[in-house]
Every structure is written in structure tokens, then in C-alpha cells.
């Protein structure tokens, strides 16, 4: 059980109840067994995730009902942003609160880019507050001030018929239409070469590319999920860091060797300590310029496999000034996976970005929400299976988005002036056309 239902996605729910990835699994007295076992081995390590820390609250302000109305006292007004996240349990709270006395909360929100329902974010129970006459007073924010009109018509298609139309502040005749740019799934460097001719024609400076989820970011980043010479997890990070700072996401090359050289220069920390360390480190200057020259000194990887784990151990040894090299433990024999000889090969043949000159970053939707960019380039699935995004979610079917539409949703709406849209190069024409409109350019 332990390996299909991960412990890092198991929560109590309000009723002390267990529920898994945003599922209530209540029902099921052997699943709360075991929900209830790893949340105890949590909470005895000192483990809290921000959901737990709200059910504590919760169940405080219940056995002391005086700390709601000190609280309510105290602190008269409460602002509450991305307000469509919020979890039953900290509806909850806020009510308490507001029984209490305190009666000026703002919960500002927008229901479709709601993406944490998987962590028990409830945008229903926001929008019931909205539509609550008697006890909130719901106010429409409709001016758009950061996308064109041409891009607003795109993720609109996305949004209730019943909702207020967004006001669109920018609307000029020579706004860039929405682009299409079909791709070849086995070689994305084509398409994304396209994305890049636009970003520089219409000297765009903030640029990025949105996929949904890790699989298709690792294959964009360079990382073959299928192709593993080392059984540590070492090289990897190391890699992913390397092609991190080649795309100027430095800050997320340098979180990951961070954790890579506390692990290494303190072997038997806990994880509780790790955590701490992180957090002592993160706006330490020096240690970042540190880390940053480390990354940025790794030997090339023009290297073969075997030359580069050599030389990349040895690296770390002198720099770090440690006793022992460290161990990548590189595979030496062949399996039925796995060939030695590739090993020969230079780790840029399996390892390298899918991108050319420009080096624009590719992140995840969570990642970007609540940011703006100049253009954003999403690339969609062939089809919607699992956890992919694909045309077919552009379909409204029901009242309110699904998640993968509230995805896209939030993916679409990140741009100031062009929105492209990846597809597989199969895709019809007078498909497209008829999705979005006959204004749209095909690349």
C-alpha cells in the first residue's frame, strides 16, 4: 500500500476522518488504518505539512473557543489572497472566526485557477460565499490590465457563459493573434526553434514554455526517464542543475545542489535538520555565489558517461574538500535495460535541453502561476489520458472547468502579448480553426 498510495499525499480531513490526493477515503477502515499509521510516524518526526498545520488550528480553536474571539479581536481585518485555494478545513476557520466577531474578511479569488484540489483546495466553497447575499458581498473584478484582447478571447472559451465578460484594458488593431505551432513529439527542437523566431522578431525579453507535469519537462529539459547509467540520484540533480543555470533558472539550479552539498558534508542529517539547513542557507550570498561556481564548474558534458562520472566525482571531492569521492555508482554491467557500452557515449547524447540559442526556461503550469511573461509557449498532449492536456480539454462540458481546464486555464492567461499553443503535427487545420477561430496562425 505503501508504494501506490504515497504517504506525503494522505491528510486528515475535517471530520478526523483520511483522505489521498484530495479523495476522501473515509470509507475504507483499512485505508484509515494506514492513513492514521503514517500520519502519527509524521507528526512524531516532527513532519507538518501546511494542510496539517491547518487541521491543528482547527481543532485548537474547537477546544478553545476563547483564542477565536482573541484572534477576532485582534486582527479585524483579514485579507485573504488566491482565496479559491483555501481547504474546508480553513473555510472552517474563517466562519469560527467570523462568529467570533470578525466580520471584515476579503477573500480575493479567482475559481478558475484553482489548482490545488488535490490538496483539498474547495473553489465551490468560495464561490458559495460569493453568491451569499446575506452574509458577503460579492464584487466582480473584470478588467484584464496584463493580456491583449486576442489573447483574453482564448481562455475565455474556458469560462462559464453566465460569467461577467473580461474587460480587456489593451486592444489595439496590431495585437499579435493567438500562434499554433505544430510539433513532431519525437523532436520538439523544431517547434520550439519557431517559438524562439517569434520571441526575438518581436523582441520579447520574458518568455517561457508551460507543459503539464514532470514527464514531458524532463524530456524538454534534456533528462531521459528511460535511460539510467547511475543508480544514485546524485548525477541526475547534478545535470538538471547544470541545464537549470544554462536557461537562467538560477534559482532553481542552486536550490538543488544545496541540498545535494548539505547531504554530502553532513551524510547523516535528518530530514528535519535538512529542511532547517536549507532555509539557514537559502539567503546566505555567499554560499549561493558558492553553489552558483560549483554548477557552473562542472566538467563538460561532451564527456563520455564514464569520463564525466570520474571527473565529476573527483570535482566534488576538491571543492568541497571532502575525505572520500562520492559514489555515483555507475552501472558496470549489462541487464536487460541497460547497455555498458552506452556508457562510452557523451552524457549530452541522452542528456541535453531540447532547445537552441536562446536558452528560454520550460517550467511546469504550478510553477508559473501568478506570473506574467511577455509570451508563453503551452505545449499540449496528443490526447488526455492520465495526467495529460490535450485539445479535447478546451471542450466545456460541465458548469464549472475541470482541473485540466483550470490548467490550461492558468497556463494561457500568463502572457502580456502572445499566447502559442503546441500541437501534434497531425492535427487538422479546419480543427483548429474551428476551436479558436479563423484568425488564428498556423506555424
Known amino acids: 500500500m505503501l508504494h501506490r498510495?504515497?504517504?506525503?499525499?494522505?491528510?486528515?480531513?475535517?471530520?478526523?476522518?483520511?483522505?489521498?490526493d484530495g479523495h476522501d477515503k473515509s470509507d475504507d477502515a483499512d485505508f484509515v488504518k494506514y492513513g492514521k499509521a503514517i500520519k502519527t510516524a509524521?507528526?512524531?518526526?516532527?513532519?507538518?505539512?501546511?494542510?496539517d498545520s491547518a487541521f491543528f488550528a482547527?481543532?485548537?480553536?474547537?477546544?478553545?473557543?476563547?483564542?477565536?474571539?482573541?484572534?477576532?479581536?485582534?486582527?479585524?481585518?483579514?485579507?485573504?489572497?488566491?482565496?479559491?485555494?483555501?481547504s474546508e478545513i480553513q473555510h472552517s476557520i474563517l466562519e469560527m472566526l467570523f462568529d467570533e466577531?470578525?466580520?471584515?474578511?476579503?477573500?480575493?479569488?479567482?475559481?478558475?485557477?484553482?489548482?490545488?484540489?488535490?490538496?483539498?483546495?474547495?473553489?465551490?466553497?468560495?464561490?458559495?460565499k460569493f453568491d451569499d447575499v446575506v452574509n458577503w458581498k460579492g464584487i466582480y473584478l473584470t478588467e484584464n490590465r496584463r493580456s491583449t484582447k486576442k489573447i483574453i478571447d482564448v481562455f475565455s472559451t474556458l469560462r462559464r457563459n453566465t460569467d461577467k465578460a473580461i474587460i480587456p484594458v489593451n486592444n489595439t488593431a496590431t495585437d499579435l493573434p493567438l500562434h499554433i505551432i505544430k510539433y513532431d513529439s519525437s523532436n520538439y527542437s523544431e517547434a520550439i526553434g519557431k517559438y524562439e523566431t517569434l520571441c526575438v522578431k518581436n523582441n520579447f525579453v520574458s518568455n517561457n514554455i508551460l507543459v503539464r507535469g514532470n514527464t514531458l519537462k524532463n524530456s524538454l529539459l534534456g533528462k531521459e526517464t528511460n535511460y539510467s547509467p547511475w543508480n544514485s540520484s546524485l548525477p541526475y540533480l547534478l545535470i538538471e542543475s547544470r541545464i537549470h543555470l544554462q536557461s537562467n533558472e538560477i534559482k532553481e539550479a542552486v536550490k538543488k545542489v544545496r541540498r545535494i552539498i548539505i547531504g554530502l558534508l553532513s551524510p547523516n542529517i535528518s530530514f528535519a535538520d535538512l529542511k532547517e539547513k536549507e532555509q539557514e542557507l537559502k539567503n546566505n550570498?555567499?554560499?549561493?555565489?558558492?553553489?552558483?561556481?560549483?554548477?557552473?564548474?562542472?566538467?563538460?558534458?561532451?564527456?563520455?558517461?564514464?569520463?564525466?562520472?570520474?571527473l565529476t566525482q573527483q570535482y566534488l571531492k576538491t571543492e568541497l574538500e571532502l575525505k572520500n569521492e562520492p559514489d555515483f555508482q555507475i552501472r558496470k554491467k549489462n541487464t536487460a535495460g541497460f547497455d555498458k557500452t552506452t556508457l562510452d557515449n557523451p552524457v549530452n547524447k541522452y542528456f541535453k535541453k531540447s532547445t537552441s540559442d536562446n536558452n528560454i526556461p520550460v517550467s511546469t503550469i504550478h510553477q508559473v502561476k501568478g506570473m506574467t511573461f511577455d509570451s508563453v509557449f503551452l505545449i499540449l498532449s496528443a490526447n488526455s489520458t492520465g495526467q495529460n492536456i490535450s485539445l479535447k480539454d478546451f471542450l466545456l462540458k460541465e458548469a464549472m472547468p475541470t482541473e485540466k481546464q483550470r490548467l490550461i486555464y492558468v497556463a494561457i492567461s500568463r502572457p502580456r502579448s502572445l499566447l502559442c499553443i503546441g500541437v501534434p503535427d497531425d492535427t487538422e487545420d479546419e480543427q483548429l480553426k474551428k476551436l479558436f477561430s479563423e484568425e488564428i496562425i498556423i506555424v
Open 285 to 310: 550570498k555567499g554560499t549561493n555565489a558558492t553553489i552558483f561556481n560549483l554548477i557552473r564548474g562542472l566538467p563538460s558534458f561532451e564527456l563520455s558517461l564514464k569520463d564525466w562520472t570520474t
Open 5 to 20: 498510495f504515497q504517504p506525503s499525499k494522505i491528510d486528515y480531513t475535517i471530520v478526523n476522518g483520511i483522505s489521498w
Open 101 to 128: 466577531g470578525l466580520k471584515n474578511i476579503d477573500l480575493v479569488g479567482d475559481p478558475y485557477q484553482c489548482l490545488y484540489q488535490w490538496r483539498d483546495a474547495s473553489p465551490e466553497l468560495f464561490l458559495q
Open 58 to 86: 482547527l481543532h485548537i480553536l474547537k477546544k478553545y473557543s476563547r483564542l477565536a474571539k482573541y484572534l477576532a479581536e485582534k486582527f479585524p481585518y483579514l485579507i485573504i489572497d488566491e482565496a479559491q485555494d483555501t
Open 42 to 51: 509524521q507528526f512524531s518526526m516532527g513532519l507538518l505539512k501546511t494542510s
